[in-house]
């Protein structure tokens, strides 16, 4: 199919072309306008439409540009100022108007003339927070947003000393795929202590946002907070019941799967019982693989990868390098993880992350950049609520392009060996993801359904659960307590909770894309571009039927994918020692 990636801002027809979003005084004619409009025709509830469409990206717009100014330096006070001025000030005035915006138009007659193919998802999601909205909950909402961003802080603030350097945690990580055991041991070691120095403050955290979210869904009228939650992110197409069914499947099709792996890296490195700092160590006598050295080397390698794949992917990647819209490196006092921020009036997207050299960046850029060409391919929809998709379909977009990209890796490594190293730790990665997702979904269905519980009781459950998806075959026992607040790297938990059972919807639903891809190269980049290219103009199971493939998590299912991934490492193997 067709494609740009020389997009451009939507031209404003609505809001002055110099606006800026200042203070609520400013915006709030705006407002007032969309809510007091007199919509007598469809011609007049489409232009409505389309002026609240343009006043929503501006202000989202706004809104990421503070999250990513402040994510990036952590330790400016402005940045944070900035970010919370939004917080407390703007967007709790905007949820009022929003709700009476949005009765407005469930209630205008002309609404049914509105094309159901295109709009239903956009419709049903109002009527959704229309459903939703208690004035009561603005400022918990408000007060939540505040806490959660304090995560970020307080992780973006840990570092250790190696020998004589200081790094981050991500930089320090990076030593943990060291041949030397020694040196793994001392590493994580340093590490595990620098986050159990925080693990009270993080504790209390996160009772904070645990009372306060739960205070939410009480106003709500729901008993718990995961009920509520699961309404407020549109979780049409499966329920809580279908989570405890792809735990159940994971634990009986992917776990003893990850255990063949560590047993095999086990024998690799020639040792009696694997310690949690060996999972990722190379043998004796072999290098940590170094895909690039820094992230202007990475972006210009991952350009490469997404040209040979499809010129397009390429140019999307290049378009952003044009414009500055990414922050790559590790650095002191940068927020952790890594995410690509779509912009909804220029339509180009921000990513960020936080690379230190290692394979686990290399996929992590991947990943980033699949969500980017999601971005650019959703942009030309009419509404920028169409561009609200749902995460199960944004990490398919993400996920697939880890695999999809796999072939052309040779583009950061100087044999052929070591690309077969590299696309070794992508499918175990594939396969060790899955648990974790198990492990931290389960989690986050017993926080939130035992609401009041202590933080003893917490971290039984969790050590509980962690042993549950565990392969039985990592030794652990030297650090207990370091192991009963390992959730507490999950950067999701505190601040998008129960965002994480789509990462795994969205593996399975990966791999078969790469499955796809393995039969019909084109017809399924076909499929992926079409899929993206919808945003949320469809359903979740429409989506996923348009990208060629089944929206199903199963036991069954997961069988049947978790078999195929097992055969392409079989092969992979086989290639390797040929």
Not at 110 to 133: Q, T
Not at 416 to 425: D, G, I, N, T
Not at 441 to 458: A, C, I, M
Not at 512 to 519: E, H, L, T, V
């Amino acid at each position: 199919m067709n494609a740009t990636a020389n997009i451009k801002a939507r031209t404003r027809t609505f809001l002055p072309a110099d606006f800026t979003v200042s203070d609520w005084v400013g915006l709030e004619p705006y407002f007032e306008d969309l809510k007091n409009r007199y919509l007598d025709s469809q011609i007049a509830l489409e232009k409505w439409l389309s002026d609240l469409s343009e006043l929503e990206s501006v202000i989202g717009e706004d809104a990421c540009w503070r999250q990513i100014k402040m994510t990036c330096d952590t330790t400016n006070a402005s940045l944070d100022e900035a970010f919370t001025y939004f917080v407390t000030e703007i967007e709790p005035k905007i949820k009022p108007y929003a709700f009476e915006i949005n009765k407005k138009l469930l209630e205008n007659p002309f609404k049914a003339n509105l094309d159901n193919k295109v709009y239903f998802p956009y419709l049903r999601n109002v009527e959704n927070s229309v459903e939703l909205f208690r004035e009561e909950n603005i400022d918990l909402q408000s007060e939540i947003s505040l806490l959660a961003q304090q995560y970020g802080t307080i992780s973006g603030a840990m570092s250790v000393t190696i020998d004589g350097k200081e790094m981050t945690l991500q930089q320090a990580a990076k030593m943990l795929h060291d041949s030397d055991r020694n040196v793994r041991k001392s590493v994580f070691d340093k590490v595990a202590e620098r986050r159990l120095q925080d693990k009270n403050t993080l504790n209390d955290l996160f009772d904070k946002l645990l009372k306060l979210r739960h205070q939410v869904a009480l106003n709500a009228g729901y008993n718990n907070y995961r009920d509520y939650k699961f309404q407020e992110l549109g979780r049409f197409d499966y329920t809580p019941e279908d989570c405890f069914a792809f735990h159940a499947a994971v634990k009986e099709h992917i776990v003893p799967l990850q255990r063949e792996l560590l047993e095999h890296r086990r024998k690799e490195l020639a040792i009696d019982q694997l310690k949690p700092y060996d999972v990722d160590a190379e043998p004796v006598g072999r290098k940590p693989l170094q895909p690039f050295a820094n992230g202007e080397e990475m972006l210009q390698k991952s350009i490469d990868v997404f040209g040979k794949l499809r010129p397009f992917f390429g140019e999307c990647l290049s378009t952003m390098k044009t414009m500055g819209r990414m922050d790559l490196d590790s650095r002191m006092g940068k927020a952790p993880g890594g995410y690509n921020c779509p912009l909804p009036e220029s339509g180009v997207p921000f990513i960020f992350m936080n690379a230190a050299g290692t394979v686990n960046d290399l996929i992590t850029m991947m990943h980033e950049g699949g969500h980017a060409v999601h971005s650019f391919l959703s942009h030309s929809l009419p509404l920028s609520a169409m561009k609200e998709y749902p995460m199960e379909i944004a990490e398919l977009a993400s996920m697939s392009m880890e695999l999809f990209t796999l072939e052309y890796w040779q583009h950061f490594f100087d044999s052929k060996e070591e690309l077969k190293r590299a696309q070794w730790e992508e499918m175990e990665r594939v396969i060790d993801v899955l648990p974790w997702i198990a492990t931290i979904d389960k989690f986050q269905h017993w926080l939130y359904t035992n609401p009041g519980h202590s933080v003893e009781e917490r971290e039984k459950v969790w050590a509980a659960i962690h042993e549950e998806f565990s392969t039985g075959n990592v030794d652990w026992s030297d650090y207990p307590v370091y192991q009963h607040s390992f959730w507490q790297k999950q950067l999701h938990l505190f601040e998008v909770p129960f965002y994480y059972i789509e990462y795994g919807i969205a593996q399975l639903g990966a791999i078969a894309m790469w499955r796809q891809y393995k039969q019909n190269k084109e017809q399924a980049l076909d499929n992926y571009m079409a899929a993206l290219s919808a945003g949320y103009t469809k359903t979740l199971k429409e989506l996923y039927e348009i990208a060629g493939i089944k929206f199903d998590f199963s036991p069954a299912y997961i069988k049947e994918l978790s078999g195929f991934v097992h055969n392409e490492m079989q092969q992979l193997n086989q290639a390797e020692n040929n």
